[in-house]
């Protein structure tokens, strides 16, 4: 032991010496002390367990962390790339039109008919559709095995945006989706290509209205903008050409084709490239540029790891993207890889998504409405399917306002005390109700019935909060105080106040 | 209904007297700021405070054979009578109690008693039998029924941590960490790193904001001002804050806080000279703030600890124990001492057995200053007679 360690050792005895005799009191007396003689002592700051973190970071919650220490990040990184994706189509579907044909008998039945409560109910019924869609994704979410699919799938949706409010048709929609899941771990490129042929994104981008001689440029300005170089790393020219390479691409049986009709086959330059280009040879030229890796890049790191990405490492990892051709294993494998290394957390606000699945993770309740799942994410800004604007969540610090966090809040005390977040409780004529009634859930949380106050204190810190410090650790210790008997009746009571405690710390809102 | 029309009908509900017109009002010389407002300040001493060396039986010898090391001698106690005198710290409450302000219950405590700090104080805050475990706390309960809708502010804990207490299933009342963040609100952002990560310091600061209801509290704040000058010590400056909110009028129901450093096993009576120094002090700017303001017939404050300690000194400490006595000052109450002595010769394991039980106290203000029937909560107790 060095000096400076043996000088802490002598601190940490003398302290508790000074706590046998002067009971609490001890931190006035050995406050003089402390400043005079252990300046250099600084007080442990605990931080979240690796694996925890990163399960949080590749899922949404702390469900992955022991998959990951077993096999490895490398290993858990294959299994994810690996995981199939189930190509049938969800039953809650089966009843949506789907081919044109039924897409135009059912446009058809709304135009003609006069019976207006029909068509309501037309519509209506679409919408429970959409609905039951996202509950679908956010059981896939939470069920998978390996999440990472779904977190990179939810990465796409959220770059490649095309919304429900506005495509309305529900099998597209899905098709979109699904594209999104299959291609996760793809190549950028390819799935770029693939995009611009969906029939969401034709509707969403109003690639529809994009015709011969009546040009629409929004796809047009999007795939540049949005989707692939961002702003600054092309001109309006490009834009307007692009359009024209663009008009005709429409709605098809599954996927978007051009119809011969509407096309515009005028001579065109694109980045400097001067001849008739369609939407496969635009993609092409725009992965030539220089540009290119650096946008996704960024919003990759931003999406996983970091809400303020350095520029150095948007090269770094930008550089190698191109180097391997846009393929996203090669990519991810060694953002995650070399990031692991760094041990750095708290750089990055959760999302609604972990930060609810993460609750309901810990507190291990197992029957939650999913409805209402999804609704608390729409009331965080994180509606699924159906992101503001074509840009998406823009995430990071717009996460939180203080409204959002006041929800948080409230939602935290409610689970940790077994409320469903759907119906307030009613009081029968002025009566307590019995806390046990059915309407509650069942909440509970894992701790070491045979550890003390502290290594609980620790034990749920480390999973829960990316990082405390010793003035935590006394409030802590005021909830759990050392007398705390982990086997008595009642003891998970006790915990699970700790937790909830602790999940209303601003460093529950990071990793 | 809202908070406000709650807070004012329970007002004009609660206790007989206060359905006078206010130039009648029994107890104010003249109208007091606020009219009919009741509301009840808890302070829980933690770590259980040494009921014996707090309001001592000088009388009974027992006393001194069973505490030779740290026994009270005769001659420093005060405001003595009827056998029982205030530790020499408590010259405040001893006064307090002259004025007829306060009241002293004698021997409070529950059946089959707890001498785990944190079980005991969990009994106390949920007002369950020693041996059931509730959720919620017995003051969390009483404002989920009577708060309609959810009213932030209708409970203030000024404390580190949340209070079981306060704890219900709708947010009723909030923690206040540190006050004087609400005093800097509206000023200029603070400047400069909090740490260094960006990150957390705007977790931070929204999380310094999201306080629902720091708006009724900056309002109450800036209605009120300090007249008297507190201790500047913690359980001062919390003691200072509670005023102003009452004086600027937010009509809290309940104000809850603590002080810390009563274990005192060890050198018990440096420590708790020094605890019930700081006690005595900062209750005493508090009671003569709000007596000044017209205020104290509204306030009722209770002070109370988990539990007693052992009779018998370990040498120049003493061990966790049962019974002891609790505090009621102000809230027009009878100003009286209630219950028998402590009996130091009938000892349940070397304890105090308890002849009051706290939920009766509890009843008791909730019926008498909150017109309140505590059943509804699952307090079975009747409320105890006679202490307003």
């Known amino acids: 032991m060095n000096r400076f360690g043996r000088c802490c050792v002598a601190a940490v005895n003398r302290i508790s010496l000074l706590k046998n005799r002067f009971g609490q009191n001890y931190l006035s007396i050995i406050k003089p002390y402390l400043i005079s003689k252990v300046l ?56 949506s039109p789907k081919t044109k044909a039924e897409l135009k008998a059912a446009r058809q039945l709304m135009k003609t008919t006069d019976d207006e409560d029909a068509v309501k109910k037309i519509l209506r019924k679409e919408i429970q559709v959409s609905q039951k869609l996202k509950e679908w994704w956010l059981e896939k979410m939470m069920d998978e095995a390996f999440p990472l699919r779904e977190k990179m799938t939810c990465f796409w949706h959220n770059h490649f945006v095309s919304t429900y409010q506005k495509v309305k048709v529900n099998h597209w929609v899905f098709q979109h989706n ?32 994009n015709r011969r001689d009546k040009i629409n440029e929004n796809l047009s300005r999007e795939l540049l903008e949005l ?132 609750l309901k993770y810990e507190l291990k309740i197992e029957k939650m409405n999913t409805r209402v799942l999804t609704f608390f994410l729409k009331q965080q800004g994180m509606d699924l399917f159906n992101q503001p604007n074509v840009k998406g969540w823009n995430g990071g610090n717009e996460w939180l306002s203080s409204q959002m966090y006041l929800q948080r809040n409230n939602v935290a005390d409610l689970l940790c005390s077994g409320q469903p977040l759907n119906r307030r409780r009613k009081y029968m004529s002025d009566e307590m109700m019995d806390e046990n009634s059915d309407t509650m859930l069942r909440v509970s949380i894992d701790f070491d019935a045979n550890g003390t106050n502290k290594t609980i204190i620790a034990q749920l810190s480390e999973r829960v909060l990316f990082q405390t410090d010793d003035s935590m650790q006394k409030d802590f210790e005021e909830l759990l105080k050392y007398d705390f008997n982990p086997k008595s009746e009642g003891a998970e009571n006790a915990v699970l106040r700790l937790f909830n405690t602790m999940v209303k710390l601003p460093e529950f809102q990071l990793i | ?91 405040d409450f001893a006064n307090m109690q002259q004025n007829g302000d306060l009241s002293v219950l004698q021997n409070v405590g529950y059946p089959e008693p707890v001498r785990s700090h944190f079980r005991s104080q969990e009994i106390w805050q949920t007002a369950t ?86 708006e009724d509290i900056q309002k109450a704040l800036a209605k009120s001002t300090a007249e008297v000058s507190y201790p500047k010590t913690n359980l001062g400056k919390n003691l200072e804050w509670i005023a102003r909110l009452v004086k600027g009028n937010l009509n809290s129901k309940v104000y809850y806080t603590s002080q810390n450093g009563y274990d005192t096993h060890d050198n018990q009576l440096n420590i708790q000279n020094r605890n019930l120094t700081e006690l005595n002090d ?21 002070v109370f600890s988990e539990f007693g300690r052992r009779v018998k000194d370990n040498g120049s400490g003493t061990d966790h124990g049962t019974a002891a006595p609790m505090f009621v000052i102000g809230g027009s109450n009878k100003g009286k001492v209630f219950g028998n002595n402590p009996n130091l010769s009938d000892l349940d394991n070397g304890d105090l057995k308890h002849e009051i039980d706290f939920r009766s106290v509890y009843a008791s203000l909730l019926h008498d200053k909150m017109n309140f029937d505590a059943r509804k909560i699952g307090i079975k107790n009747a409320g105890f007679k006679g202490l307003f």
């Open chain 1, 40 to 95: 250099t002592l600084n007080f442990q700051i605990l931080v979240m367990n690796r694996n925890t973190l990163w399960s949080l970071r590749l899922g949404f919650s702390g469900k992955e962390a022991q998959k990951i220490e077993t096999l490895g990040l490398q290993k858990f990184l294959e299994q994810s790339f690996a995981t199939k994706v189930d190509k049938k189509e969800p039953d809650l579907l089966v009843d």
């Open chain 1, 178 to 209: 699904q594209l999104l899941r299959e291609q996760a771990f793809g190549n950028f490129k390819t799935l770029t290509k693939a995009v611009l042929k969906t029939n969401a994104m034709v509707r969403y981008l109003d690639n529809v209205d």
């Open chain 1, 227 to 358: 989707f692939t170089l961002g702003i600054g790393n092309y001109t309006e020219e490009d834009i307007k050409n692009g359009a024209k390479g663009l008009a005709g691409l429409t709605i098809g049986e599954t996927n978007a084709n051009y119809r011969k009709l509407l096309e515009n086959n005028d001579t065109i330059t694109y980045f400097g490239k001067t001849g008739t280009f369609k939407a496969d040879e635009l993609v092409d030229i725009i992965f030539e540029q220089k540009a290119i890796p650096y946008f996704v890049t960024r919003k990759i790191l931003k999406w996983f790891l970091y809400d303020k990405p350095s520029e150095e490492l948007v090269t770094y990892y930008g550089d190698y993207f191109r180097k391997v051709n846009f393929e996203l294993q090669p990519l991810l494998t060694k953002i995650f890889t070399e990031e692991y290394q760094k041990n750095i957390s708290g750089s990055k606000i959760k999302d609604p998504l972990v930060y609810i699945l993460q």
């Open chain 2, 1 to 91: 209904m809202n908070r406000r029309n709650f807070l004012s009908l329970t007002g004009t509900f609660t206790g007989g007297s206060l359905l006078l017109p206010s130039f009648l009002h029994a107890f104010g010389q003249q109208p007091s700021l606020v009219i009919g407002e009741q509301c009840l300040v808890f302070i829980q001493l933690n770590g259980g405070n040494d009921g014996l060396n707090t309001f001592v039986p000088y009388d009974n010898p027992l006393y001194y054979d069973l505490r030779s090391k740290i026994a009270l001698s005769k001659d420093v106690l005060l405001g003595k009578n009827n056998g029982m005198g205030f530790h020499p710290a408590l010259k």
């Open chain 2, 129 to 214: 039998d020693s041996n059931t475990y509730a959720n919620n706390g017995w003051l969390g309960k009483y404002l989920d029924l009577k708060c309609n809708d959810h009213e932030p502010t209708a409970g203030i804990n000024l404390d580190n941590i949340d209070n079981l207490a306060l704890k219900g299933d709708e947010p009723n009342s909030i923690t206040v960490k540190d006050p004087n963040r609400f005093k800097i609100k509206n000023e200029k952002e603070e400047v400069g790193k909090l740490s260094d990560n960006p990150q957390l310091d705007f977790v931070r600061k929204i999380a310094n904001s999201v306080m629902e209801g720091s």
């Open chain 2, 282 to 302: 900062a209750v005493a700017s508090f009671y003569s703030d709000l007596k000044n303001a017209k205020l104290m017939q509204n306030v009722t404050v209770v």
